[in-house]
């Protein structure tokens, strides 16, 4: 057996922390490896941010739509390890991904944390009215009241939702075994949940790359559904 598996059949409460790397095999781009989103010469920080939602609305909703939108994506094998997992209740996830995969595995009720909202919930900045998703794809107005729709979803310079980070907060203390997954780690407050852990909790992180990460934490370096293949969930 993995050393990952060993760590996961050892602990008793997991909490899953995982980035965009868990969504590549589901054939979604990540952001920041070498191949990423962000590696085009382009300035995400900017187009995903609250100033061009507001300043450049056509700017932002061209890029998000044309970048971001994987409506045929299914959830890999990390995704759905994950969740049965989370329906034995040994696991929560909180997750940077916007994508939706992690709830379409169908995890547990209420042991998912989408930290940055989800990107197929659709809201009217005008009425306040939710908006299926294929409304949004082809028209960035709302066709009820001609305001601008946008995904909810944390965008730069706007804040995490204080129940969500709540929540989160309140995982991590309740964890004895903490997995980083698929993530570089460099986006905070999320990779500031990290100092809310136990003092004993173990620290694992899985991912092509080594990433900064505390000291004493046990470093996978390996393709994340190899090591998700070999778990027992």
């Not at 056509?58 to 759905?80: C, E, G, M, R, S």
């Not at 709830?103 to 900045?125: M, R, T």
Request: charged share 20%; hydrophobic share 40%.
């Amino acid at each position: 057996m993995t050393k990952l598996n060993d760590l996961i059949q050892n602990a008793h409460r997991i909490v899953f922390m995982t980035g965009a790397g868990v969504s590549t095999a589901s054939g979604i781009p990540d952001y920041r490896s070498k191949n990423g989103l962000y590696s085009h010469g382009q300035t995400p920080e900017y187009l995903l941010s609250h100033d061009c939602l507001v300043n450049e609305p056509k700017v932002y909703y061209d890029f998000v739509t044309h970048n971001l939108f994987y409506p045929h994506a299914q959830p890999n094998i990390i995704h759905q390890k994950m969740a049965a997992l989370t329906r034995k209740r040994r696991a929560a996830i909180i997750t940077q991904n916007v994508d939706g995969l992690h709830a379409q595995a169908k995890p547990a009720p209420d042991s998912l944390i989408e930290f940055h909202g989800n990107l197929y919930s659709i809201v009217c900045q005008k009425c306040g009215q939710n908006v299926d998703w294929h409304e949004y794809l082809k028209n960035m107005h709302h066709q009820n009241c001609g305001g601008i729709l946008r995904s909810q979803i944390v965008l730069y310079g706007e804040k995490i939702d204080q129940q969500k980070l709540e929540r989160s907060i309140q995982v991590i203390q309740a964890a004895d075994l903490i997995i980083v997954v698929g993530t570089s780690f460099v986006v905070y407050p999320f990779a500031g949940l990290l100092q809310y852990r136990r003092p004993d909790a173990q620290l694992a992180a899985v991912n092509k790359e080594t990433i900064q990460v505390p000291p004493q934490t046990t470093m996978i370096v390996n393709d994340a559904v190899e090591e998700f293949a070999q778990v027992k969930a």
